[in-house]
Nanobody
Framework: QVQLVESGGGLVQAGGSLRLSCAAS?????????????MGWYRQAPGKQRELVAA???????NYAESVKGRFTISRDNAKNTVYLQMNTLKPEDTGVYYC?????????????WGQGTQVTVSS
């Protein structure tokens, strides 16, 4: 089992910034067969489906939602088994519950583990 612990959510005014953190209980991107090999952030707004925000799809590749490109940056610290999401120029439409996700399977793109979620609220 892998535990993912998110932190950093909160209430911020439009135009502000927040940084989310997701700490994993297993090593990330080491290439070890048991290591996490993909990790990222999804969000779910009220009444909407969960959507990808940003992710490391591999040790060397990232993927961002079009709506956050240029404003959000995903980064990681392998030594701390932690992935970060720096969110700048926040908009009210960025409001939602942000979930960290991680994958350990070697075949397929589905994420295997999810965090409990952290609320991000952007006021106008």
């Amino acid at each position: 089992q892998v535990q993912l612990v998110e932190s950093g959510g909160g209430l911020v005014q439009a135009g502000g910034s927040l940084r989310l953190s997701c700490a994993a209980s297993r090593s990330i991107f080491t290439g070890n067969i048991f290591s996490i090999n993909a990790m990222g952030w999804y969000r779910q707004a009220p009444g909407k489906q969960r959507e990808l925000v940003a992710a490391f799809t591999s040790a060397t590749s990232t993927n961002y939602a079009e709506s956050v490109k240029g404003r959000f940056t995903i980064s990681r610290d392998n030594a701390k088994n932690t992935v970060y999401l720096q969110m700048n120029t926040l908009k009210p439409e960025d409001t939602g519950v942000y979930y960290c996700a991680a994958r350990t399977r070697r075949v397929g793109t589905q994420y295997d583990y999810w965090g409990q979620g952290t609320q991000v609220t952007v006021s106008s």
